[in-house]
């Protein structure tokens, strides 16, 4: 049984780790100690173990970080260099910074994203950035939308990408649906696109249905 460690249990947590073992993955949840009050939400859920964030990662090659991208390098910085070595990371999380009176903005810039901070942090760590343009639902469910929208992936490491890919395709994600855009340094395309994809959710309303991003091109 492959096995996933989900550090996180907000809603993107929570979803991603009841999506795994739905799909049959051995998953443990982390949070900042294993007597974490908000580790209570999975008390009920079969095939869910949880404990802190070091606990969760101690035992599984595949790491899921959906912490705020606020706190996520403190969040690795707990669990420490040694005992992450050289495992995939999956980072779905976007740091944004508050406005006042308004909608929150990405942290992100050109030179400037989460994920290629986390790889700079942790050399031996694999850092794959994937299914931050979307929302959590959309990220377990692909199948909710018809077509091939895209889940963007970007990473230094080939094999860490095949081995989100395992996870990914164990969501329902097809081949066709998955964008490879190079290397970590793309995170920062990807992490800007928070922007457009804030902006679009407010004109549709919080009622619209869940969407996500295709691309359509010109008929050869």
Not at 76 to 88: E, F, K, T, W, Y
Not at 94 to 122: C, I, K, T
Not at 157 to 171: I, N, Q, Y
Request: contains cysteine.
């Amino acid at each position: 049984m492959p096995e996933v460690a989900v550090l996180g249990t907000g809603q993107v947590g929570q979803t991603i780790a009841r999506r795994a073992a739905e799909v049959g993955w051995r998953v443990t949840v982390g949070a900042r100690s294993a007597d974490s009050p908000s580790l209570a939400v999975f008390a009920e859920d079969a095939g869910i173990a949880t404990g802190s964030f070091a606990d969760a990662v101690a035992s599984a090659p595949l790491v899921v970080n959906a912490t705020n991208g606020a706190v996520s390098l403190q969040v690795l910085q707990s669990v420490g260099a040694d005992v992450l070595g050289d495992r995939v990371l999956l980072d779905l999380s976007n740091e944004l910074v508050p406005v006042e009176d308004g909608y929150p903005v990405p942290a992100a810039s050109a030179e400037n994203s989460l994920g290629g901070r986390l790889q700079a942090a942790f050399p031996r760590l694999r850092v794959v950035k994937a299914l931050n343009t979307m929302n959590c639902a959309v990220m377990a469910r692909p199948e909710m939308i018809p077509g091939d929208h895209l889940a963007f992936v970007c990473g230094d490491d080939s094999d860490a990408k095949a081995a989100v890919g395992t996870l990914l395709a164990a969501f329902g994600w097809r081949d066709s649906q998955l964008m490879d855009l190079g290397g970590i340094d793309a995170a920062a395309a990807t992490e800007m696109m928070m922007a457009i994809w804030m902006r679009v959710t407010i004109a549709r309303g919080s009622a619209a249905p869940r969407f996500n991003w295709a691309l359509l091109q010109a008929r050869s």
